[in-house]
């Protein structure tokens, strides 16, 4: 359950980020000095890229006073400590918010790359009933019964009257808001709801509350109902008999014709919405195996320099930009993390050199048995061949004493002062492995592992670059 603050604050505060700013979010807490406080907000809903907004650091007397410019109603969140916290915020508006009590993160958390936070939404100095983030607070407490009750339940019953009789109670207190966005906020969460309970399946919804309506690329609950509509909706058209054409407009970067052919689906129509579902379609096949993904990068090119939406046009590139951090022919992401000497190491300095990276933890017995095959390796190819293992394991004691035991002499590097590393690198299991080549570009991603004959293929690849 959300945690709801509502608090006047009182205090004298110190300006910082940001000079001729519309948007102003201040207040006083003394044990926060010192902390360093980020507003970010999604770059778009379909990549959930971060951005930072505003920030600053809490002056000795506990102050803080952060602004920003945005231009319509926008969802902004921080991470604080255990916390992530989260408003609404509307330009030409200031929000003097009560932090939550201080509880800095354990070791252990921020050693856990799936550390969940505890969210809370921030309440504002005075109680408004009008006021955004109020109406939205209160339409989730009656909201979030009435989700568990029929996500439970409807399953398993033919008769939804019940469910459309709960809408309207959930509604009533709600009906005469002016608010735009809470409006188009409370449309769609009820539109999820009957989504999820599988009263309407996902062309109703379509027809209902995407085709010929606007496209609300700021509003989480529009978007949010929209990604789940519309997920892997390539795969899905791909079966029908409408949608035979679809591999092959795709493996030819025909971007006109991909949009024409899917014009032609009723669901869709024409316009910003065929749009949106284009891209949800490119971002979702980049992480299956159906299509190829330079064909798929080309027609994200394409719509990218044809666009004129800077809307859809910037979600494109966010795909772009996360979608090829990990493919070859990309640089992948940077770090900078400790040595077993705690030097501070960063991807850029092996610049020059092969760099065989990969990520191991040193209770996997997997990782154990292939530390011997990078070890044959390192003696063998050290001079053209940098290996750079990332541990993932919390204890560093531990890892410490592994090291000295083993005497391997490869660059091991510990990913707890970046945790996001792990996130960056989409590790989902261990040992994963990467080559990266002298001028920083993936050469191989992933890699095969030096069990599964990697020394093969990078004597082919130097070969092939007349390396050998």
Not at 13 to 25: E, L, M
């Amino acid at each position: 359950m959300k945690k709801y603050l509502i608090f006047i604050l009182l205090g004298f505060v110190i300006s910082c980020s940001y000079a001729q700013t519309k948007v102003r979010i201040y207040g006083n807490d003394t044990s926060y000095v010192g902390v360093k406080i980020e507003f970010l907000k999604f770059s778009d809903q379909i990549t959930n890229t971060e951005l930072l907004v505003g920030e600053c650091i809490v002056g000795d007397n506990g102050a803080f006073n952060i602004k920003f410019q945005i231009d319509e109603p926008t969802l902004i969140f921080a991470y604080i400590g255990i916390y992530k916290v989260h408003l609404y915020v509307n330009k030409e508006s200031s929000y003097q918010i009560l932090l939550p009590q201080r509880q800095d993160k354990e070791l252990k958390d921020l050693l856990n790359p799936y550390f969940s936070p505890v969210i809370v939404h921030l309440g504002t100095d005075v109680f408004k009933e009008e006021e955004l983030n109020v109406q939205i607070r209160m339409f989730n407490d009656a909201f979030l019964p009435y989700y568990n009750k029929h996500i439970m339940a409807i399953r398993e019953k033919s008769d939804f009257s019940e469910l459309d009789k709960d809408i309207s109670r959930m509604e009533k207190p709600f009906s005469s808001s002016t608010d735009e966005f809470f409006t188009n906020y409370r449309k769609y969460r009820y539109g999820l709801l009957r989504h999820l309970a599988y009263q309407q399946k996902s062309k109703s919804i379509s027809d209902e509350y995407f085709k010929d309506q606007p496209v609300l690329l700021n509003n989480p609950a529009y978007m949010e109902l929209f990604n789940r509509v519309y997920n892997k909706y390539f795969h899905h058209f791909s079966r029908t008999s409408e949608g035979r054409e679809l591999a092959n407009f795709v493996s030819t970067e025909q971007l006109d014709d991909l949009r024409k052919l899917l014009a032609a689906d009723k669901v869709l129509g024409k316009g910003e919405l065929l749009d949106m579902v284009i891209l949800k379609g490119i971002h979702d096949e980049f992480y299956d195996d159906n299509y190829s993904r330079n064909a798929l990068l080309e027609i994200l090119n394409t719509f990218i320099i044809e666009n004129k939406n800077p809307g859809l046009t910037g979600i494109a590139k966010s795909i772009r930009d996360k979608t090829t951090k990990l493919l070859t022919g990309f640089a992948p992401p940077e770090f900078q993390l400790y040595d077993r000497d705690s030097n501070l190491v960063s991807l850029k300095s092996f610049e020059g050199k092969y760099v065989y990276l990969n990520f191991c933890s040193c209770f996997s017995y997997t990782c154990l048995n292939e530390f011997k095959f990078l070890s044959m390796l390192f003696e063998k190819y050290k001079d053209r061949l940098e290996i750079v293992t990332i541990i993932v394991d919390n204890d560093k004691d531990v890892i410490n004493s592994f090291l000295e035991r083993s005497n391997y002499k490869w660059i091991f590097l510990h990913y707890g002062n970046q945790s996001s590393v792990i996130k960056d690198y989409d590790i989902r299991g261990f040992p994963i492995y990467y080559l990266i080549d002298p001028y920083g570009k993936l050469a191989i991603a992933p890699a095969p592992s030096p069990g599964e004959k990697f020394e093969a293929r990078f004597l082919k690849l130097l070969r092939a670059k007349g390396e050998l």
